[in-house]
């Protein structure tokens, strides 16, 4: 039997979706999860950027809305609630500040079509999906923006969609490699041998190297000398962002074989495609403390600005291409 999407992510309590560019069909994929979950669960949404309203505010380009049920849970802006046509009661006002107002939590008293614009921070997703449990919410989906690779964070969500269409460029081939270069990426590997080498949640400095010894560093002003002089190093951990700018540093500089940069999880691999080649090509790789749960691949065949593709190839290349399912929302 084929899967749904909504299969793929049953076992999960807190979802994601992120989108490879605008109207790559982060709204279609919540819908359909939306009129998938069993009507027995409570649902709850909210968005890191504004979602829901009929006409794009940036690219003028038509979108779905978001229809919900009767005792569903949302949070949105103060703002944005003339424009949800479901009956209102307000179960929580936040000190969440917006350019749209302050974040309220709502419950559904009927059924209807919401607009919702959430925090802007992940920090501020985490106590608003703490609030949602609080009043009762059995599954909780949260709609992204563009590029914040950062909603996929485990502390976040236990499980992510990364939504991918023919917005993204003209070329099938391109669309096809780019988005499974950040599936793949999302996806590195977890060194669980680092949480019994280092106490990560009390490193009081950015940096550790592990080899023999474990040192540990404020910054990288001199990492590139420490690293060719660690010919023993197998790990270097970094609290933070690993960037371009510091990878093609300590490639330019060497690094001892088979070195591993690791941080907490992917969303804080802030690197491109070509960089990548190069570290790889020094026999160096990436590694996580905790790795994303991608579940699931959308793919949005059609172009907000003209044009498509053929929806089958899409899917078939795009699988072919990953190693995890990939979806069609809209069949």
Partial sequence: MQKTLFNLIQQYRTISISGMCKNAGKTTTLNNLIQNTPHSE????????????????VTQTHKPGIYIREGSLFATAQDLLQYC?????????TNIATPLGRIVLIRALSDGHVQLAGPSTVQQLVLIKEMFKTFGADRIFIDGAVGRKSLCSRSLANASILCTGASY?????????????????????EMTEIKTLIDVEHLSQKYALMGKDISCYPDSSDMSKILKQAKDAKYLYVEGAITDSFLKSMIRFGFPKGLIFVTRDASKLLITEETQR???????RFG??????????TINPYSAYGGHFDAQEFITKMSEAVSIPVINPMR
């Fill in 278 to 284: 190069k570290l790889v090509a020094r026999d160096g």
């Fill in 85 to 93: 046509d479901v009956t209102k009661e307000i179960i929580e006002n």
């Fill in 169 to 189: 460029n003209k070329s099938l081939d391109e669309t096809i490699a780019d988005t499974a270069f950040v599936c793949n990426l999302l996806m590195t590997e």
């Fill in 288 to 297: 996580v403390l905790e790795r994303i749960n991608l579940a699931a691949i």
């Fill in 42 to 57: 409570i649902l709850a949404l909210t968005s890191i950027g504004r979602d829901g309203e009929s006409v794009d505010t």
